[in-house]
């Protein structure tokens, strides 16, 4: 079974880009979330769909966006790119059909901002 | 709202000596907890979850862990560890399941 794809790997762009995140979940899988890896903030969650809805949201600026598709797949979006946006974002895939299931993590997309 | 505590920031450990990882969490309503172990340059690898029933959770690669409620803890252990387990361990709490919030991560180094 194949796991979260996220694409691309490795991305940089420059301050004012904007830039859109790819993630395939696992086949089955409904919900998606999304969450972003500094080192000085750690793991902190930026939203989560669930059937092409964002359920709930993370205190992120209006700069980050999602969506998901009806195939489940999703991407995110963060306009105007500032230096601090560099980091990991990673995609987490849930069927949410089973209570306390967690997250699958994919490998990530590593952006750096210039 | 649910917080996590990760009460050591680095641990270097021998190989084949045993580990414990600390993680305190916060939280006034009941959650499900989480081990996660992260490699350089890859995502995040569930190790073990504990949801309800028996307080001790037997994970992958060997690794157990222990909720106390009273405590309001989820201690991570190893026995005996090995240099492959130089990694970055996270705990994490999800309240009610859409989210996880997770501690700041723990550093393991085994070295020979």
């Known amino acids: 079974k194949a796991g979260v794809t996220q694409t691309p790997r490795y991305l940089i762009k420059t301050r004012g880009q904007q830039v859109t995140l790819s993630c395939s979940p696992i086949?089955?899988?409904?919900?998606v979330s999304w969450y972003q890896q500094t080192p000085g903030q750690g793991l902190q969650f930026l939203f989560e769909?669930?059937?092409?809805?964002?359920?709930n949201k993370g205190n992120f600026p209006g700069r980050f966006s999602g969506r998901q598709f009806s195939n489940s797949r999703s991407e995110m979006n963060v306009s105007t790119l500032e230096l601090g946006d560099s980091a990991l974002y990673l995609c987490?895939?849930?069927?949410?059909?089973?209570?306390?299931?967690?997250?699958?993590f994919g490998s990530g997309t590593r952006l750096t901002v210039v | 709202a649910q917080s996590v505590t990760q009460l050591d920031s680095q641990v270097p450990v021998f190989e084949e000596a045993p580990v414990e990882l600390r993680c305190n969490y916060s939280s006034s309503v009941s959650v499900y907890l989480f081990w996660y172990v992260q490699y350089p340059n890859q995502g995040l690898q569930l190790l073990l979850k504990y949801l309800s029933g028996s307080t001790l959770v037997k994970g992958i690669n060997g690794f157990e862990a222990e909720f106390n409620k009273s405590q309001t803890s989820f201690h991570l252990r190893k026995p005996s560890v090995h240099i492959s387990d130089t990694a970055e361990y996270f705990c994490a709490v999800s309240v009610n399941d859409y989210k996880l919030s997770f501690g700041a991560g723990t550093t393991v180094t085994v070295r020979a």
């Open positions: 987490a895939s849930s069927p949410k059909s089973q209570r306390g299931y967690g997250y699958t």
């Open positions: 769909y669930f059937s092409e809805t964002q359920r």
């Open positions: 086949s089955g899988h409904r919900s």
